[in-house]
């Protein structure tokens, strides 16, 4: 499967930004997509997922409340909704697709073997 991230862009603190991760591939429902993040000289971060048919969803502990991962298989698209958008939020996101259904470690960059190319997100205070 192939994807591709768009939807980032310049926001203030506060603001609300929804990404959009578009999949070709008609074996899409069959992968959990998730979001990850990188800042610059930091290491890449787990954001949300959701799994194949669109629950249940999981979520980083700072995320919570905040950020909302969902998904539209018939559209072949995932979505993420963030909102109350923070300085410290400012880093390219990426979507990626895993084939695994093992949830313990979801959160682990390396159980992703599907990468879209990333979207900048900036949020200015």
Known sequence: VQLQASGGGLAQ???SLRLSCAASGRTFRSYRVAWFRQAPEKEREFV????????PTYYADSMKGRFTISRDNAKNTVYLQMN?????????YYCAASSSIITSSLRASSMYNNWGQGTQVTVSS
Not at 48 to 55: E, I, L, P, Q, T
């Open 13 to 15: 603190a506060g603001d």
């Open 48 to 55: 949300a997922a959701v799994d194949r048919s669109g629950s």
């Open 84 to 92: 109350s958008l923070k300085p410290e939020d400012t880093a390219v």
